[in-house]
């Protein structure tokens, strides 16, 4: 069976999936089809995307495509709209060339209970005078998403938990999760600040 992937769907999950994790089986992307519903998903641990589409396909599947096949396949400069993903010789192909992989052995993570956790959770804060740091470069991740999808300026709706942040990149059906640093140093010292006092 064939199926049809927007490019900038792989491209925006294509960030949040790990390279080198010894957990093999994040390194990739997850792909579950569904009658008329493909979702992909990518974690590396420490932050994760989800990502759905409307298809044609009446099929139903679970499959993770190995990091270096979707590297290789977005360096393939085109002007296509779709990737088109074979199960049945299990390739990637746009505009005539063609990546071939073997699908990654490992039981995926259980991401729809980490979201739908963090997006029905009551907010709570235990400590609201401790701040929850988010690393710049999971926050990078993001925003590299929302540009792919021509979002400038202030392209995401921020929702804060006390242990996770989401971000929507795209109303309905793409969603990210970054996980906060908390560390004992990570607190802001005013008196560092005192410079900036008028």
């Known amino acids: 069976m064939k199926i049809e992937i927007r490019v900038e769907l792989i491209k925006c999950a294509s960030y949040f999936m790990a390279k080198k994790d010894i957990?093999?089986?994040?390194?990739?992307?997850?792909?579950?089809?569904?009658?008329g519903i493909t979702t992909v998903i990518?974690?590396?641990?420490?932050?994760?995307?989800?990502?759905?589409?409307?298809?044609?396909?009446?099929i139903v599947n679970t499959?993770?495509?190995?990091?270096?096949?979707?590297?290789?396949?977005?360096?393939?400069?085109?002007?296509?709209?779709?990737?088109?993903?074979?199960?049945d010789?299990?390739?990637?192909?746009?505009?005539?060339?063609?990546?071939?992989?073997?699908?990654?052995?490992?039981?995926y993570p259980d991401w729809r209970s980490v979201f739908h956790h963090h997006l029905t959770d009551k907010v709570t804060v235990a400590n609201p005078t401790r701040p929850i740091f988010v690393a710049f470069s999971q926050l990078e991740k993001v925003y590299k998403a929302c540009l792919v999808l021509n979002r400038y300026g202030n392209p995401v709706n921020y929702s804060y938990r006390e242990t996770v942040?989401?971000?929507?990149?795209?109303?309905?059906?793409?969603?990210?999760?970054?996980?906060?640093?908390?560390s004992p140093d990570a607190d802001i010292q005013t008196d560092d600040y005192a410079w900036m006092k008028p």
């Open 42 to 58: 990518a974690t590396d641990g420490c932050s994760m995307f989800a990502g759905r589409q409307e298809t044609q396909e009446d």
């Open 89 to 107: 010789a299990w390739t990637i192909s746009v505009a005539g060339r063609t990546v071939p992989f073997t699908p990654v052995d490992g039981r």
């Open 165 to 182: 942040n989401l971000y929507v990149i795209e109303k309905g059906s793409m969603i990210a999760i970054c996980m906060p640093v908390r």
């Open 63 to 87: 499959f993770i495509v190995p990091e270096a096949a979707i590297s290789e396949a977005l360096k393939i400069k085109h002007k296509e709209t779709f990737f088109t993903i074979d199960t």
């Open 23 to 35: 957990r093999t089986y994040l390194n990739g992307l997850l792909f579950e089809s569904r009658p």
